[in-house]
């Protein structure tokens, strides 16, 4: 298996491409994509983080070395990945919602520019 | 039997009030012959019940004759307590018997004269509420609840003056009424506050009417407070009671239906000045320094406006001024000291001023609303009923013998020679003012019923007599004015001075009747023969003016004309009233509106609103509206929370 350092790299690259993506981007759907790729990245991160635990507890607690932590905490340490589940289901739904924003915007503006969308000030 | 009086005089003013509410209420949904049912009827009841009450008193032995009956605590503060209650002694007992009986005769009279006006239930619902009002203030047994009946009978009288509001003039008269008011009644309260003030700290905090006239020679007793207590209770008076200098607004009042005029501005809340100073006897009694000016006030007042009524042509407002000037000869009984005779004089005047000013409104209400005197003459013919009440309220007014006016006001001149507080001087003004009263009302007798018809042809042709709900009440008025007099009988006369003797236990001081006794009879019948001569005098010369020769009073005013105009515009009193106050007050309210409101307040709030405004229009520019700003600026808040966690 890859060292953790490897996945934590790779998920804040794709981050920041997602945040370039929202920030670049005119596009609504786009914007929305990019938006689905930081959530990706933030699982891909959880999903790490959750299957290397023992490093992670010896990095926060450093007297105890990855050796000494049972191997019981390894198993039982996987509610990150149930997490990982969770934020799938959230993003389902969110995109559900979302794409039914953008597609009303869409039939009152005919335009997914988000930069046609700039009524909202006073 | 005190238990009866009780419940008997705690329903009296129930009843108004029922009826108030009622044709309050219902107003125009009611039929307008039910409107004025319930409005007399619920007085006649009031009328009845106070009857029987004073059926029951006269029974109780006279030290007895002072009942307090409580419907509930109504305030209580601290060591101050007023309760909504009921004090019924000779004096209410009288003033009731008056305000129900004469007002029951003009509710009545009001069906026959407001008849087709749209506004009838208004009309009664107002005159009820006035009733009401006029029985608390003169039930009430402490100064709260009279002070409550006070502004209540002033309230009603705007009303009532403003009756027909779509008139600019009734509605100018009604605020000018409620306007002088205020400034009087502003004494008034003045005065309550400083009476309970000095008796709290004289350790009774009480402003109940009976402890205050038993405790007042204790604690008021040689101060000079009592002087400013007593001035400013009599300020309150001469608003409401129209007495110089707030006279001004009787007259305007006119504008009113002409049964208004009768109840409120004659015979009963007019009054209500004169019987709150003799209903405070106890206190103004301490003052000698009130009590002089009371006087000279009264005496003043008699003959000032009298000489106002001798040249008006204004059918209403002479009798205005006449009323102006009885209210001055009850002061003057009051500052004398002879308040039984002020009373006296207020119930004969309630009884033949409400006459004449029915008899004044059977007049106009023949001839399609006319007030102008000289353009009647000659309804002798055409309204035998009116014309004979009229003549009867005359001679009572005039003070012809056999009349009550006679007796009353012979008794008030009188005391105001003889009384230890009286002079001559104040007794030559009432009698000259007694001659001018004969002369104007004669006058207003010869214009209006002899001589030729000066009517115009057109309303002429349809001048009637009044319906019967009309004369009726005048009859028994015109009854009332003859034989109100006898219950006071002097006992030069063979009388027993009855009604002085009743009221006696309720004034301090004992003057009037028990002064009279230390005089020669001749003194007396002296005083008398010359109340009758100017009486006389007065009617001679009315007779030679308006009968014998009707161009005279033109020639006269011909050869005087200085005198004429200043008395017919009324000295110019509410010119110098308008320029001297009015106006004044006017441009500091103009100074208040312009400056202080508009720039200062107005000015205030404006300004904030535009600073807040100024300060969110550069901010703003932050807005703007575009999606990838606001998610730039969210990345870069994140990044600068995340740096400022990590490198702190």
């Known amino acids: 298996m890859a060292p953790l350092e490897y996945y934590i790299v790779l998920s804040a690259v794709l981050f920041a491409i997602g945040v370039w993506g929202v920030l670049r981007s005119r596009n609504a759907i786009v914007i929305f994509m990019s938006i689905e790729l930081m959530l990706n990245a933030v699982n891909l991160s959880i999903v790490a983080f959750s299957s290397n635990i023992k490093v992670v507890i010896s990095r926060f607690i450093e007297a105890v070395p990855p050796q000494r932590i049972p191997d019981i905490l390894q198993t039982s340490m996987a509610s990150g990945q149930v997490f990982v589940l969770l934020v799938m289901t959230v993003a389902a739904a969110e995109a559900a919602v979302g794409l039914a924003i953008i597609i009303s915007i869409f039939r009152a503006k005919n335009s997914v520019n988000v930069d046609d969308v700039n009524i909202m000030k006073w | ?261 009768a109840l409120i501005h004659a015979a009963t809340m007019v009054t209500a000045g004169v019987y709150m100073v003799c209903r405070l006897s106890a206190l103004f009694i301490l003052a000698p320094v009130t009590m002089l000016v009371i006087a000279i006030i009264g005496a003043a007042t008699a003959l000032f406006a009298a000489t106002i009524g001798l040249v008006q042509n204004d059918i209403k407002r002479v009798l205005a001024y006449s009323t102006i000037s009885q209210l001055g000869y009850m002061f003057l009984a009051c500052g004398v000291g002879a308040f039984a005779s002020g009373i006296f004089h207020l119930m004969t005047h309630a009884f033949f001023k409400a006459l004449l000013f029915m008899c004044a409104g059977s007049v106009m209400h023949a001839l399609a609303g006319e007030l102008d005197m000289q353009k009647m003459g000659g309804l002798k013919k055409y309204m035998p009923y009116t014309f004979v009440t009229m003549f009867v309220g005359t001679l009572a007014i005039s003070g012809v013998p056999l009349f009550s006016g006679f007796f009353s006001k012979d008794e008030i001149l009188y005391n105001a020679f003889i009384s230890q507080n009286g002079h001559p001087l104040l007794w030559v003004m009432g009698l000259i003012a007694a001659i001018l009263t004969a002369f104007y009302m004669f006058r207003l007798l010869f214009l209006t019923f002899y001589g030729k018809s000066r009517i115009d042809p057109e309303v002429e042709k349809h001048v009637h007599e009044s319906p019967k709900s009309m004369t009726v009440p005048l009859m028994i008025l015109a009854f009332l004015a003859v034989i109100g007099g006898y219950v006071g009988l002097p006992h030069a006369l063979g009388g027993g001075a009855w009604f002085d003797k009743f009221l006696h236990p309720v004034f301090a001081g004992g003057h009037g009747e028990s002064a009279a006794v230390h005089h020669s009879l001749g003194l007396e019948y002296g005083l008398m023969i010359a109340s009758v001569v100017a009486a006389g005098i007065g009617i001679f010369v009315a007779f030679m003016f308006y009968i014998a020769d009707p161009e005279r009073p033109k020639r006269l005013a011909g050869k005087f004309p200085g005198i004429y105009n200043t008395l017919f515009n009324k000295y110019y009193v509410d010119e110098l009233y308008n320029a001297a106050i009015v106006q004044p007050v006017i441009a500091i309210g103009r100074f208040f509106w312009q400056i202080t409101d508009l720039r200062g307040v107005d000015g205030f709030a404006n300004g904030l609103a535009s600073a807040v405004g100024w300060l969110s229009s550069m901010i703003r520019v932050i807005h703007t509206g575009f999606l990838r700003n606001y998610a730039l600026v969210f990345v870069i808040g994140v990044i600068v929370l995340l740096g400022y966690v990590m490198f702190k």
């Not at chain 2, 009845?48 to 002072?66: G, N, T």
């Not at chain 2, 208004?122 to 006035?130: E, V």
């Not at chain 2, 002070?147 to 209540?152: C, D, N, R, V």
């Not at chain 2, 009604?174 to 009476?195: S, W």
């Open chain 2, 1 to 261: 039997m005190e238990e009866q009086i009780k419940i008997l005089v705690k329903l009296v003013p129930v009843f108004p009030l029922i009826g108030f509410l009622f044709n309050g209420i219902l107003n125009r949904r009611l039929p307008e012959k039910t409107v004025g049912f319930i409005g007399s009827f619920t007085v006649f009841s009031s009328f009845v019940l106070s009857s029987w009450a004073f059926l029951l008193l006269i029974q109780l032995p006279e030290h007895a004759r002072s009942i307090q009956s409580s419907w509930f605590d109504w305030v209580v503060s601290g060591s101050f307590s007023s309760a909504f209650s009921f004090l019924y002694d000779p004096l209410a007992a009288v003033m009731m018997l008056v305000v129900t009986g004469v007002g029951f005769l003009i509710h009545v009279y009001s069906i026959g004269y407001m008849h087709g006006d749209g506004g009838v239930g208004r009309y009664f619902s107002y005159l009820n509420l006035f009733v009401f009002a006029m029985l608390t203030l003169i039930m009430g047994d402490n100064l709260l609840l009279l002070y409550l009946g006070w502004e209540g009978v002033g309230l009603c009288s705007y009303l009532l003056i403003g009756f027909w509001f779509h008139k600019d003039s009734a509605s100018n008269a009604g605020k000018k009424a409620f306007i002088v008011n205020r400034i009087g009644d502003f004494g008034f309260a003045l005065g309550v506050m400083l009476l309970f003030w000095t008796f709290a700290a004289a350790g009774h905090p009480t402003i109940n009417l009976t402890e205050i006239s038993h405790l007042s020679p204790e604690i008021l007793a040689g101060g000079g407070i009592v002087t400013l207590i007593t001035l400013l209770l009599f300020l309150g008076a001469t608003g409401k009671s129209a007495q110089i200098p707030l006279y001004v607004w009787l007259p305007d009042a006119m504008e009113g239906p002409t049964p208004v005029s």
